[in-house]
């Protein structure tokens, strides 16, 4: 008789146990659901903060002669609403090109090496967006992108540094002369 009480107590003491260990595995899991819940929304919201800024500092940043004014205006434009909407490269790289087609056209003829990622950096650069935002706008790693601007600057002949320059000279639509790229001197 005895033995068969202890084998309902360690039963009873064993369900018990097994109904805590279920209850913490169900708490646990809810709580990890409520911090992923908040994770996301805390995410959302600082994509949107972040996008609000974005556009802020899109607005700020065209300050090129009044020549170019409204074809950088209208570039401004599209650029903010690509990044508020996250609307595709493609989309982008067209409307920015019929924007720019005369000195897109330019370039391209000047320069025939640059591909069409490259005059869309070119593009971007020009209406005043820095590395930071050219690579959210292209999804895009920063190693990436400093390498297709030495590419560019390779291929047009000059220095990566002076890049911004030369974008915002050919959207006024005023193709700078390339230096002659200068031999390094002999140590």
């Known amino acids: 008789m005895d033995f068969i009480y202890l084998i309902v ?5 064993s369900f018990l146990l097994l109904g ?10 809810n709580r ?7 994770q996301r929304k805390l995410a959302e919201k600082e994509a949107e903060e ?7 500092k899109v607005k700020e940043k065209i300050s090129i002669t009044e020549q170019a004014r409204n074809r950088i205006t209208h570039g401004e434009d599209l650029v903010a609403k690509f990044i508020y909407h996250q609307q595709g490269i493609e989309e ?13 056209s330019a370039v391209k003829k000047k320069y025939p090496d640059l591909t069409e990622l490259d005059l869309l ?3 971007l650069l020009g209406i005043g967006m820095d590395n930071v935002e050219i690579c959210a706008i292209l999804h895009m790693e920063k190693r990436t992108l400093y390498r297709r601007r030495q590419l560019i600057a390779m291929r047009i002949g000059m ?4 890049l911004e320059t030369f974008a915002r000279s050919i959207l006024q639509e005023v193709i700078p002369d ?3 790229p200068q031999a390094s001197p002999a140590l």
């Open 9 to 13: 107590i360690f039963l009873c003491l």
């Open 20 to 29: 805590l260990i279920y209850g913490y595995q169900l708490i646990v899991i």
């Open 32 to 38: 990890k659901l409520e911090t992923q819940e908040l």
């Open 50 to 56: 972040w996008r609000e800024k974005l556009l802020d």
């Open 92 to 104: 982008l790289s067209t409307e920015l090109f019929a924007i720019y087609h005369k000195p897109i």
């Open 121 to 123: 950096v070119l593009c």
């Open 159 to 162: 220095s990566s540094t002076n």
């Open 178 to 180: 390339t230096p002659e």
